[in-house]
């Protein structure tokens, strides 16, 4: 399935294709078409909704079932009924959990739970009035790529998640779509506060999808985003073939660095680094990390791979971690709300990995995350480090890369352009 411009609509000089598809504004001040409205009604038709869950590690199965709500019988119906095909003890870190709640008169009722036990096999478990049953299913995932392209007019959100063209995407994946291009895109561009009306985006997403449609994993195969008049590209390569690939841009070099740039995903800084008034004490102090304001229990990740060295509670930090990396750095997270479980003095952690999440505790006056970097022993503004650049594409697979890269870039060319979708404005 193609979702989707078409080229040959566009080279038919179909501008007001493109209106209707690409710059959600135009249309609604143009016909009056309130597309924002439509598309959320399709959803709200829905009578349910399913969350996707993820067996982190150091997580369980029934964790996940009590973090989702599920009450003691239904927790226990659903386990009793689980253990018949398979043993909950034994799911692989990165197993999916699907749970799907049915609207009823009389409130929200447990429908669906589904177990992804390996690429092919499902675990379905039904429960009804009498009860929860289960069985296992193979089922053969198909792979489809999404296209879209568009105009931001506030934020990439918006843009990306209110976009007609993907209406017929579930809201979890659209939600995937923006999140990829944050991840990709996070050391070049800081979405929080250097998205500038006019900037354009495009991208290919290669989706595995399930039998009924929902996405059970994918990447970014190519993607561009113009930020005040700048390219930047990203575009998926696997050197070594074993599905770990990463991004490179068009030179061939990585657009990854050691460090993310931010712990929390789609976060909203509250406080830099450098000298301010202390909330609490009253007083002018040093600020030595920055500030993320989020919701409580929002995931904190470690911003680069390494070991826990400390996780406890203190009276200043509350609960606290700290996680050291190569080359002398060390990462604070502090004030969360609780450890990820498995999280433990020694752990070692993946760049990206969930650790915690956000609280108040310790001396806090709200909901949020305070980071700290320090390299060698003594604290650095994070956002003002120039980290160096993940390993560039081999020597080795450069012949490959060159065909695979112009191959990834030819489908991403292929749909409306910078010009293209800012002359839609201009025509107005
Ligand atoms: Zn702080």
Known sequence: MRISFNRVQITAGALAALCGMAVLGLVASRGGVPEAEVAEAVYASVPGRAEVHEIARGRTF??????????????????????????????????SVRIQWLETPGGERLHRIEVGLNRDQTVFVDCGGGGCGASTMTLATSIDTVYAAGRIESSLWSAVTNLPELAATSAGDRRNFVLSLDRVFQWQIDFSRQIMPGDTYRFVFEREKRPEGSMRTGHLLSAEIVNSGKAYHAIW????????????????????????????????ISSRFGMRHHPILKEWRNHNGVDYAASRGTPVQSTGAGVVVRRNRSETYGNVIDVRHPNGFLTRYAHLNGFERGIAVGSRVGQGEVIGYVGMTGMATGYHLHYEMHASGRPVDPLAIEFPPEDPVPADDRARWELESAARLAL??????PDELRAVRADQ
Request: glycine share 14%.
């Open 62 to 95: 029934g964790g996940i079932l009590h973090d989702a709500g599920l009450g003691t019988a239904d927790y226990r119906r659903v386990l009793d009924a689980f253990r018949k095909e398979a043993d909950p003890r034994r799911l692989k870190s990165g197993t």
């Open 412 to 417: 991403l060319f292929s749909l409306p352009g």
């Open 237 to 268: 390569f696997d050197p070594n073939g074993d599905g770990e690939g990463t991004w490179y841009d068009l030179d061939g070099q990585s657009v990854r660095r050691a460090f993310l740039m931010k712990p929390i995903e789609l976060s909203r």
